[in-house]
């Protein structure tokens, strides 16, 4: 039986403190029903609560363990820079190395700035697309998440939409104006936006594969159709690549789909698991920003050496593992696979969006190409098989609206053991 006396106690308690008991909505469980659990520590594929269960881990911290728990090349390096100080607030030599490698992986981005998360990263970027363009208007998805800014708080994904309040309260309506949002994969919904805004959009912003609705992918020639619409209106593109950087390839997914952005943002795997983001792009863009630019942007904690060091270490790892991608690929197939059967055996309506190693199930018997459609899936069934899973030992996203994230840890005998408790999920709730 799958007992979690401790993980309540402790929600109970931290509600007192915390609001609603968390640091980030969507770890309260709030759309799957029951309570969250509290984790004590993990170790490759396996995560642990705190009254000792043990879950194979589909989270994993919502990207950034992409290797799995606890790599000891990422922790060595921790270790090792923790010994010379915590934060200088000054220039080093791993900063230089860590911008390097960025620039070597990504090669749209000649220039790159840390910063401390990928809320950073996106509200610099598009602070500093305003500032090169002196235009004010910025392009969203519906459904796309890039982070609590202001400007983005508008249609926005994850969370947001997961607690049903994908407009927050407390934004401006001068801000709000600022945001134009259009439906994700329809190039004409873009061209309207852009023609009845002319001369006044800075950036486009977007996630080029959405993983905040769930996983979305972009249709053929979408991205190709924006950065031409860009390129024609003198608009900044900006590719949201918080989620999908060193995730779907070592270029991320422009690497995949071979479109440049002229800004870049990323976070979560770059941090190897500890606070980091980054914003980068064009030399012509990038040295907009203070203290070269104008564009005012900074932070104490920006390039933080025990980050740096992880982030670094991250970054090695997935540069020296020739196999990374495509292993994280088949394994995400048999998964696909193994769960598609399942769901077919029963006669439930599914639909599964995978590329690489990001993958959802969402409950609607219907194509899922943009956030109306993703919006049309039971979410009552899913908060059911969500449950399920997690009585059996599987750690999902608590929400419809994520992406699931396979890490390298995951064996195909791991594979075998979630489809296992999928197929019994699935009965459970049928
Ligand atoms: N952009 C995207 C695409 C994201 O997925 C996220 C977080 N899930 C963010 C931005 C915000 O990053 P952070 O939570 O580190 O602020």
Redesign the pocket.
């Known amino acids: 039986m799958h007992q979690i006396t401790k993980s309540n106690n402790l929600f109970e308690e931290a509600q007192n403190y915390i609001p609603g008991g968390v640091n980030s909505p969507v770890r309260a469980f709030k759309a799957v029903g029951g309570n969250p659990i509290f984790i004590k520590k993990a170790k490759g594929a396996f995560i642990y609560d705190e009254d000792g269960n043990e879950y194979i881990e589909l989270i994993n911290s919502?990207g950034p363990m992409i290797l799995g728990h606890a790599n000891e090349k990422i922790e060595e390096a921790v270790h090792e820079a923790v010994k010379g100080s915590l934060s200088f607030g000054a220039p080093t030599a791993k900063e230089i190395e860590m911008a390097k490698t960025i620039c070597e992986m990504v090669p749209s981005i000649e220039k790159v700035r840390m910063v401390n998360?990928?809320?950073?990263a996106?509200m610099s970027a598009v602070r500093l697309a305003r500032g090169y363009t002196g235009r004010s208007k910025v392009i969203k998805f519906e459904g796309c998440?890039?982070?609590?800014g202001d400007s983005f708080l508008i249609a926005a994904g994850?969370g947001a939409i997961t607690l049903g309040e994908p407009n927050s309260p407390g934004v401006t309506k001068g801000t709000a104006r600022d945001t134009i949002t259009v439906p994700f994969n329809d190039i004409n919904k873009v061209h309207e936006a852009v023609m009845a805004n002319k001369d006044n959009v800075a950036a486009v912003i977007i996630?080029p594969v959405a993983?905040?609705m769930g996983c979305i992918l972009p249709n053929q020639g979408y991205l190709e159709a924006l950065r031409k619409i860009c390129d024609s209106e003198g608009i900044v593109l900006i590719f949201?690549e918080?989620?999908t950087g060193f995730r779907l390839s070592k270029a991320g997914a422009q690497g995949v789909f071979n479109v440049q952005p002229d800004l870049t943002?990323l976070?979560?795997i770059i941090g190897g698991g500890m606070p980091v983001?980054a914003y980068g792009g064009k030399k012509e863009i990038m040295d907009f920003v203070a203290p070269v630019g104008p564009v005012y942007q900074a932070g104490t904690l920006s390039g933080n050496p025990v980050a740096m060091a992880a982030g670094h270490a991250m970054l090695n790892e997935i540069t020296s593992d020739e196999s990374l991608y495509s292993d994280l690929a088949l394994i995400t197939a048999k998964l696909e696979n193994g769960i598609q059967a399942g769901l077919d055996e029963l006669g439930l309506p599914y639909t599964i969006n995978r590329i690489g190693s990001m993958i959802s199930l969402f409950f609607t018997s219907e194509k899922v190409t943009d956030f109306e459609g993703a919006k049309k899936c039971d979410l009552k069934l899913f908060g059911q098989y969500f449950r399920e899973m997690l009585k059996r030992g599987v750690y999902l996203p608590p929400s419809q609206f994520e992406s699931w994230f396979i890490s390298k840890s995951i064996t195909p005998a791991l594979a075998d053991r979630i489809i296992e408790a999928s197929n019994e999920s699935l009965k459970a709730i049928h």
């Not at 998360?117 to 950073?120: F, H, R, V």
């Open positions: 919502w998360s990928g809320t950073e996106t998440y890039h982070g609590h994850s996630e993983g905040n949201d918080v989620m943002t976070g979560k983001g």
